[in-house]
Structure formats: structure tokens, C-alpha cells
């Protein structure tokens, strides 16, 4: 089975909260809050090794949109 990392991000206006949880591992971990800044959001995907092999699932709400176009263009 392909290594997969499960990013959770729950979006605010100025701040998102970030869980990861490897494929076959159990239970999420907590990486705790970054800003919710395009930045920031493009360090976290790179810290967590690129967008190969990752699925992210995020707040679909109006703090939400930006991300989801942010992480579409990666």
C-alpha cells in the first residue's frame, strides 16, 4: 500500500489548525495552528514533503475557499 499522509485543516480567519495521520498508523497528531496566510500554507505542504502522497481535507466554508484554490494550484 502507497504511503499516504491525511492532512485535517480546520479553517479561521486568521488562523488554521493542522492534524496529520499516517496511512496504517492510528490515531491523527496534532501540528497545532499556523496562520492562515498562503505562505504558510505552502511551507506546511512542503514540510510535510510536497503534495505527492498527501490528501487534505479542509473546512469547505468561506475561509475555507482560498485554501482549497491555493492547494488546487500546487
Not at 30 to 53: C, E, H, Q, S
Amino acid at each position: 500500500m502507497k504511503d499516504i499522509r491525511f492532512v485535517g485543516l480546520d479553517v479561521h480567519k486568521d488562523m488554521t489548525a493542522v492534524a496529520v495521520a499516517e496511512s496504517g498508523w492510528g490515531e491523527p497528531r496534532d501540528l497545532g495552528i499556523i496562520p492562515t496566510a498562503a505562505d504558510a500554507v505552502a511551507k506546511l505542504i512542503r514540510k510535510l514533503g510536497g503534495k505527492n502522497g498527501l490528501m487534505v481535507a479542509y473546512e469547505a466554508g468561506p475561509c475555507g475557499y482560498g485554501i482549497y484554490r491555493q492547494l488546487r494550484s500546487m
